[in-house]
Structures are given as C-alpha cells and as structure tokens.
C-alpha cells in the first residue's frame, strides 16, 4: 500500500510565504495534484503537475503558487507566496497513476490570518 506524504503546513499572515512538500514513492505517477478544502466547501484542485513538466493552477492561486517536482528529494512541491485568508484550508496531495488509481497525502493545514 502506497500512500503520500505531506509536510510543511502550519500557520501564516497574510502576504506571507509556505512550502508545501509531498514525498513521492518510487511510483510513475500520470500527474500529481494539490487540492484544498475548507469546512463546509467543496474540495477544490489548485495544482496540477502532469506528465512531470505541465503545470496548471486554479484562477486563485495563480501567480502566487507554483508546483514543482524536485527529483533529487523526490518530492512535488508546492510553494505558496502572497498568501490570503481564503487559502485557509486542508490541502491535500494526490498523484494518479496511469490506470487512473489515486493515491492521497494525510492532509496538512494552512491557516493564513490577517
């Protein structure tokens, strides 16, 4: 059984700055993903690294994060710069295999104050 690992959530100001990290098994993932989800909403996709080189990011975050694939820690970050109340979530790392099986990180949260 596979799973992900996250690390590097916690608490922040607004305008402030957070790394998320996903530990990567030795898998070929089709694309790994970050999600969020705050109480009561649904769970939104703001990251996407597909194939290991494209890169897609929701209207909200775009600008502010990136995804990237370190191969030397062999992780997939997220770095998370100018970050708003509204990014205050659960954010949650996925990676797809190429049968479309979905692995999932323990979650990690991201408070952002003002």
């Known amino acids: 059984q596979v799973q992900l690992v996250e690390s590097g959530g916690g608490s922040v100001q607004a305008g402030g700055s957070l790394r998320l990290s996903c530990a990567v098994p030795?898998?070929?993932?089709?694309?790994v993903n970050w999600y969020r989800q705050a109480p009561g909403k649904q769970r939104e996709l703001v990251a996407s690294?597909?194939?290991?080189?494209?890169?897609t990011y929701a209207n909200s975050v775009k600008g502010r994060f990136t995804i990237s694939r370190d191969s030397i820690r062999k992780s997939v970050d997220l770095q998370m710069n100018s970050l708003k109340p509204e990014d205050t979530a659960v954010y949650y790392c996925n990676g797809q295999t190429w049968g479309r099986t979905d692995y999932w990180g323990q979650g990690t949260q991201v408070t952002v104050s003002s």
């Open positions: 030795d898998i070929i993932f089709r694309s």
């Open positions: 690294l597909d194939g290991s080189i494209t890169t």
